[in-house]
């Protein structure tokens, strides 16, 4: 199981937001290129990124820095999301070496793209669904659909979507521990590996968490992204991934 360092950017700063919110947010840093090294250094396998004004802009907004990580770590890889509503913006991405692309709002809004990006990108797309009391958001978390995060996986399961980012948004930020139940309940229920997020507070949320995995059925739980604890230094990264690695 992947422990996941995250790096949320707005406005080109190192920030955590609690429950999604863009006026509650946190800044832990103004370098994220330094911030992705930081991580490296602590044996980061895979970084996850989320350009917060794009989220909201529905456009990559962000990018320059996310390519300046990706060039200058190019060993390290990361999946970027928000605000990416469309092929250009997937391309561009990969272009500058980004290893997977998550759609969050697009994938709600529109299931086709997902399956026609999986057929153009073949490997590299992420399915961020982000939920409330286990239904799906979108926009930057500021609109609830009516749709569950379970219906809209099963939507995916023969497009070839590389993983599932679960976001359970009353969690996050919150430093409450993950939603382990909904979690499993979504790997269970999909063919998709599930990376867990939101509400990763200490080693056992880590522990809770490959403890469930062990007994997921469907596509498993295959990483847990983790965003406030490490910058708080509730967790170390590199004692949870040792953690994770052991059988």
Known sequence: MLVIPAIDIKDGQCVRLRQGRMEDS????????????????????????????????????????VTAITRKFPELPVQIGGGIRNLDSIKFYLDAGVSYVIIGTAAVKDPEFVKQACKEFPGKIIVGLDAVGGMVATEGWADVSEQSAVELARLFSDAGVSAIVYTDIDRDGMMQGANIEATVELAENSSIPVIASGGIAKLGDIVDLKEAAKHTGGGGIMGAITGRAIYEGRLDLAEAQRYCDQD
């Open 26 to 65: 946190t800044v832990f840093g103004d370098d994220p290129v330094l911030q992705a090294e930081k991580w490296l250094q602590q044996g980061a396998r895979r970084l996850h990124i989320v350009d917060l004004n794009g989220a909201f802009a529905g456009t990559p907004v962000n990018a320059e820095i």
